[in-house]
């Protein structure tokens, strides 16, 4: 199932790859999480949408309740829409960063801000879409190691590969086929996003061969953990 | 012959066979407007759900792919070089296994797989070939993004979301080798079966 490419591997790969490191993260993250209190836990570590969570004096635990009640009461596709959003803020913000950072220029940056504006119009998109379904995801704060043009395109190849995962494995759980058909719409971009990157960082346009693999929230979430500052 | 736009009836209907401002989400439901007044229920109601629907959605699938690994068959054996010919070889090889899942899936549903209609295709050259596959893989992604929302089982549509993210992943490098843009729209659009069966009928010969 890894990838055959095994070169420069980030921490964020590795810890895809290597499912002992994984465990062990999940665990520093809170103790074993798992299913829906991983997202939970995820989205108020992402600053929840709820006024306690700015208060910061709730412990994780209360937290991880009140995101869980909210999602739970407001349904399924709630909490998968406020998930895609989170990650394409992340995104959004990854590549906002890159652009800041003068690290490319020329035709380089012109695919990195087609990118990251796409990243945004998906951002803007379902933000909308989680408002008219009850309280959307807080935008987090973000850090990412940016220190090389060929380091951030392998993290960019990193993010966008599990971004398409990640909209594939929510596939099969969007009830509304609205939101499913925008699910798609945007999980193919994604893909477009993944192949053009990996393909300018020497790797095969498609790593799963002829059937893309989807990740479960269980899998993306502590990958993309490292990211978010609060 | 016809050298900018091989297919003109395929190019118009990438481009006009939705409307791109109303399937963007501009809102909270931007796409219903596409989805939910003129395709979803219709589509799900009478022409689907009633005559077999995930049958025949695969069966769809399954004449496409039918297609694109005819298609590449066809290029490989023009004399291609190296470089296109190694990719023309990896998006084929994907295709025929998309062809052999699906054939799987509709016995697994059922079904009768659809069989494998004679292709022709407007290809001379490398030039001719890299522009039509540009255009077929962007049409199999619009495709399988307009068709899957009508699916009714979750291991059906995992299955499409599976190789629609490789038609895409497809779209994209046939599109780096052409220099143009690999991912022209923040959202990609989508299509009805019948705009793309009609898209299609120039390269099914009898």
Known sequence: ?230 | MQSKTIVPELAAVEIHGMDRGSFILKGAFAVGAVYGATAVSPFVRQAFAQAGGDVDIVNFALTLEYLEADFYKKGIALGLSAEVEKLATLLGDHEQEHVETLAGTVESLGGTAATEPKFTFPIQDEASFLELAQILEDTGVSAYNGAAPAIESKEVLGAAGSIVQIEARHAAAIRFVNKVSTTPDAFDEALEMQAVLDAVKPFIAA
Not at chain 1, 11 to 27: G, H, I, T, V
Not at chain 1, 72 to 94: C, H, K, P, W
């Open chain 1, 1 to 230: 199932m890894s990838n055959p490419e095994a070169s420069a591997r980030s921490a964020l790969a590795e810890l895809s790859d290597d499912p002992a490191s994984r465990k062990r993260f999940l665990k520093q993250m809170g103790g074993g999480l798992a299913g829906a209190s991983a997202l939970s836990l995820f989205l108020a570590a992402c600053g929840g949408s709820d006024d306690e969570s700015s208060a910061g004096t709730t412990t994780a635990a209360g937290d991880t309740g009140a995101a869980t009640t909210g999602a739970a009461a407001s349904g399924g596709d709630l909490e998968i829409v406020n998930y895609a959003l989170t990650l394409e803020y992340i995104e959004a913000d990854f590549y906002a960063k890159v652009i800041d950072s003068g690290l490319f220029s020329g035709a380089s940056l012109e695919l990195i801000k087609s990118i990251g504006d796409h990243e945004q119009q998906h951002v803007d998109a379902l933000l909308g879409t989680a408002k008219s379904l009850g309280e959307p995801a807080a935008k987090p704060e973000t850090t990412f190691p940016l220190e090389s043009a060929d380091a951030v395109l392998e993290l960019a190849a990193t993010v966008e590969n599990l971004g398409a995962a990640a909209y594939l494995g929510q596939a099969g759980r969007i009830e509304n086929k609205e939101i499913l058909a925008a699910a798609l719409a945007i999980h193919t971009v994604e893909a477009r996003h993944a192949a053009t990157l990996n393909t300018l960082t020497g790797k095969s346009p498609t790593p799963d061969g002829a059937f893309a693999a989807p990740a479960s929230m269980e899998d993306v979430l502590p990958q993309v953990m490292p990211f978010i500052v609060s």
